[in-house]
């Protein structure tokens, strides 16, 4: 079966660093999408990886490792909006998104 | 510029009641159009897409189906709702003859049923 994995919740202060991991296993590939969405609201896309390698886009940042299945997200200087669950999500062979469950931020100042 | 939109954006229904979800999307012609399904814990679950009028793919078996009457109007429906249909309904669009994985989003409609 295809199955996307990311944790289920994490914490990180104000200002700080932070890298939320996934790792998929899927009937082919065809990109890797990083999703915000807060509480309550729809999800918003972030970024989108295709090939190995890191993409920057201001504060986050995104990498991938098809070899490995495995791509994060990473967060610079965290600002209290930035709680929110991320979604990551992988656009199979048959260009159908598979989505992971998400991973709720917590910021704390 | 492309806006979407979708109502109602909570309800409560009791076991049994019909449903009627709606979305529209303005600034674009001919979207591919989806709904999903939101459960708490759960990843984005596809329910229906289309692309085009009167075309409609689904994804799940169930007591649920969606309708395309226009090329920028989606519908979601049932005829009798289960408790198993609580959740958090989210529409979407994208253009293209194939899916890009980037997708826009409507606001979203919580639905509770009792």
């Known amino acids: 079966g295809q199955n996307i994995d990311q944790p289920t919740e994490m914490t990180a202060t104000e200002g700080a660093i932070v890298q939320i991991n996934c790792t998929y296993q899927t009937s082919g590939f065809n990109g890797l999408f990083w999703y915000q969405q807060h509480a309550g609201e729809a999800p918003t896309f972030l970024s989108y990886n295709v090939l190995d390698g890191l993409e920057e886009k201001g504060r986050f940042s995104s990498f991938l490792s098809r070899s490995k299945g495995y791509s994060y997200l990473l967060l610079k200087e965290l600002q209290m909006k930035d709680s929110a669950s991320y979604l990551c999500a992988v656009l199979d062979s048959n260009y159908q998104l598979i989505w992971g469950a998400g991973t709720k931020l917590i910021i704390k100042p | ?114």
Request: hydrophobic content about 35%; overall charge neutral; aromatic content about 10%.
């Open chain 2, 1 to 114: 510029s492309q806006t979407i939109h979708q109502w109602p954006a909570t309800l409560v229904q009791p076991v049994g009641s019909p449903l009627s979800l709606e979305c529209t999307v303005e600034g674009t012609s001919n979207p591919n159009l989806y709904w999903y399904r939101q459960a708490a814990g759960r990843g984005l679950q596809l329910l229906f897409y289309s692309v085009g009028i009167g075309q409609i793919s689904s994804e799940v078996p169930q007591n649920l189906s969606a309708s395309r009457p226009q090329d920028r109007q989606f519908i979601l429906s049932s005829k009798k709702l289960l408790l198993s249909d609580s959740g958090f309904y989210l529409c979407a669009w994208n253009t293209g003859e194939i899916n890009t994985g980037e997708l826009f989003f409507g606001e979203g409609s919580r639905l509770t049923v009792l």
